[in-house]
Structure formats: C-alpha cells, structure tokens
C-alpha cells in the first residue's frame, strides 16, 4: 500500500478498535466484512466506484448502505461505511484494508478468549505444512480450479483440527490467494496474529529440534538485539547441517554450516 492507503488503514483501525470494545460477535463482524470483501474483488466495477475519489465521500456510503443494508450486520455495515469513505490509492487497496479489518476482528476474538497464541502458533503450523507439501500448495493455490473446491481440500486439512478462528482466517486468505499466493498470505495471518501481541516473529531454522529452554535462550537474546518482543518459530531443515538460520521480518541472519562451507568451496574456487 502507499502512504494514502496506510493512513487511511490506520484511521480505520482506530475505529475498529472502538467497535471490538463495545462488543458484540466479531467472528460474525468479521464474516460480514470477508463477504463484503470477496464482492468486491467479484465485482470491478463496483469495486472501483466505491473507492473513486472523484465521487462524494457521502455518495459512495449511501451507494454501500443502500446495496447491503438487511445483508450484513449494522457493525460490519458500520466498518464497510467508513472503509468507502476514505481515500485509496487504489481500488484494491479497499479491498485488502477490508480483509485486514476482519482480519483484526477475529484476533481480538481470539485475545478476548484468551486463544491469541493458540491461533499465531496454528497459523505459523499451518504455513510449515504448506512448505512440507508443495502437491497440496499448488492445489490450494489453483486459480483455475473455483474457491469452493479448494475451500473444501483446506477443511479436509483443518476442520476439527484447528481453533475455529484459524480456520475462518484460512477460509479467507485462501478466496483472495489469487493477488499475492496463498503461502504468503498465511504467514502474514501468523505476523499479523504476533503484532496483536505486540511482538515480531522469528522464524528459525535448524537441523534438530531446539528445545523450550533454547527457544526461550533464544527468544530472550533476540527481543534485546531488535529492542522489541520477539516470538520464536522453530522448523527442523536437515539441510541446514548445524546452527542456525533465522528470520526477522526481511532481515536473514544464517549461522549455518551450511552457508559456512558454501562460502569456504567460493573461497578456494576463487584462489
């Protein structure tokens, strides 16, 4: 997003923040906006109109009200009300803060049940599934095949097996995979699941399992080298060798013996 964008996002995560205090069911806020959402990635031409600055800000919320009113919920019908009031860089834009705001609905449900970490830690599982079993990311991820199917395989994988909030998260990254891949989008749901938290993710890489005192070693050295809370996510890659190799957001700091000896075999083949 651009800066338009951002701080029209920002704005509406003020005001959903208001909404999330008053109560209320956010899994179904969040249901309403995700359908909203999927609309208008359907529909162009609305898409474009409702987030056209040349047109009163006032005008695009009747136009929104007046298509949806009876169809969602007054909160969502309140959320998608300010989000076509705002300025967008571009029209899909409106969608992706639209999927975001639902998104922040249902990890404040998760917060409120106190299942916050469950979730981050389903979402960050479910991520390292996607990169364990390519056949099943290319079929998830097949824009040629409807949503309602690739759906059904995602809850062949995840009904009854995830909190229930992790899976309506999935549902939705997985209709809009088309935009971005639908890997990525998974593992912005476990970032995004973190901030809530007020805390970043490292993702870890090593040839055996660490155990929870490492991880907390390691957790700890982390959060006072970057200033800040940082959750470990630990993944066994045997290719790895020994050490280490991780990730913080785009920062990649490798220790592994791995990256060891290719750089010692490019040091001898350049002598």
């Known amino acids: 997003m651009q800066s338009t964008s951002r701080d029209s996002l920002a704005a509406l995560s003020g005001e959903l923040d208001a909404t999330i205090a008053g109560g209320g069911d956010l899994s179904a806020l ?17 898409r474009r109109m409702l987030s056209d600055p040349s047109i009163e800000p006032d005008r695009r919320s ?26 967008w860089s571009s029209s899909w834009d409106l969608v992706e803060a639209l999927g975001t705001l639902a998104n922040e609905a249902l990890f404040a449900a998760a917060e409120k049940a106190g299942s916050l970490n469950a979730v981050e830690d ?37 009904d009854g097996k995830v909190n229930p909030l992790t899976a309506q998260l999935l549902r939705y990254a997985l209709s809009q995979a088309g935009r971005s891949g639908f890997p990525m989008r998974v593992e912005a749901l476990a970032e995004g699941a973190a901030a809530r938290q007020n805390r970043s993710i490292a993702r870890v890489r090593s040839a055996v399992a660490l155990s929870s005192e490492q991880e907390e070693r390691l957790a700890a050295l982390l959060s006072s080298t970057y200033g800040r809370s940082i959750g470990v996510r630990t993944q066994i890659d045997p290719s790895v060798l020994g050490g280490l190799v991780i990730r913080v957001g785009d920062e990649l700091i490798d220790g592994s013996v791995a990256s060891r000896l290719a750089a010692a075999r490019s040091a001898l083949a350049a002598r």
Request: hydrophobic share 50%.
């Open 30 to 46: 969040a249901g309403d906006v995700y359908a909203v959402a999927d609309l208008l990635s359907s529909q162009a031409r609305l």
């Open 62 to 87: 009747d136009t929104a009200k007046g298509l949806l009113r009876g169809k969602v919920g007054d909160a969502a019908l309140g959320v998608v009300s300010a989000a076509v009031t705002a300025r």
């Open 122 to 158: 389903e979402l960050f599982r479910f991520g390292r599934i996607l990169d364990a079993e390519p056949q099943l990311t290319t079929l998830l991820d097949d824009q040629a095949v409807p949503t309602a199917r690739r759906s059904a395989l995602l809850g062949t994988v995840t």
